[in-house]
């Protein structure tokens, strides 16, 4: 079946750009979560969806990021007015449970 | 704060060795765990779960330990394969968070020399 999935897979930016990034969870799945991973870097938490309950937004870095879900399916991370230090791969998770399934994530390159 | 945390940031092992993979935790609230395996340029995938009321859980080649008394988490994985070659992180879920989110450790990166 169909897994996760996230576009664009890279993306280069010019500083001071805003960009999109998206993620197909999988379908029936409530649970929706962003993260970002720096080089040979954990996961840090960025923001997590469940259901129709408001999103939990702690772990985003700035007031330059920010996301949404749609229908409770498609979801779209926004970074406005990119930063270097923006430059890491975004994953996306989705879960039924507590089991999370990724997806392959999108590198991200602030120039 | 309560977090995640790994013994080892790297790993070296033999192929057809046994690889053993350490993690702490210090939330003694949390009550599941999961390792997953990362590939290069992949995201993370499940590898194997367990509860709390466990403290051992095989799966294929995989057996992940669990010791509530020291908070100790680990996976291992036997005879290991190139194919093993990955950053693997444990997860950890505290129960009564009202979620089920997740938080990471840092991450062992696990190399197999043939």
């Known amino acids: 079946g169909a897994g996760v999935s996230q576009s664009p897979s890279n993306k280069v930016t010019e500083k001071g750009k805003d960009v999109e990034l998206r993620c197909d969870p999988i379908?029936?799945?409530?649970?929706l979560y962003w993260y970002r991973q720096s080089l040979g870097q954990g996961l840090e938490f960025l923001i997590y969806?469940?259901?129709?309950?408001?999103?939990?937004k702690s772990g985003l870095p700035s007031d330059r990021f920010s996301a949404e879900r749609t229908g409770g399916s498609v979801s779209t991370l926004t970074i406005q007015r990119t930063q270097q230090e923006d430059s890491a791969v975004y994953l996306c998770?989705?879960?039924?449970?507590?089991?999370?399934?990724f997806g392959p994530g999108t590198r991200l390159t602030v120039t | 704060g309560e977090s995640v945390g790994l013994h080892l940031p790297t790993l070296s092992v033999q192929e057809g060795d046994n690889s053993i993979i350490n993690c702490a935790y210090s939330?003694?609230?949390?009550?599941?765990f999961i390792w997953y395996k990362q590939e290069s340029g992949k995201g993370p995938q499940f590898i194997i779960d367990?509860?709390?009321?466990?403290d051992k859980r095989q799966g294929q080649r995989v057996t992940v330990l669990l010791n509530k008394t020291v908070k100790h988490l680990s996976l291992q994985i036997a005879a290991t394969q190139p194919g093993d070659s990955a950053v693997y992180f444990c997860?950890?879920?505290?129960?009564?968070?009202?979620?089920?989110?997740?938080?990471f450790g840092k991450g062992t990166k696990l190399s197999v020399i043939p």
């Open positions: 997860a950890e879920c505290p129960s009564g968070a009202g979620s089920y989110q997740l938080t």
């Open positions: 939330n003694s609230a949390s009550d599941y």
């Open positions: 367990i509860r709390s009321n466990m």
């Open positions: 379908s029936g799945h409530t649970a």
């Open positions: 969806f469940q259901g129709n309950s408001a999103p939990d």
């Open positions: 998770a989705s879960s039924p449970f507590y089991e999370q399934y």
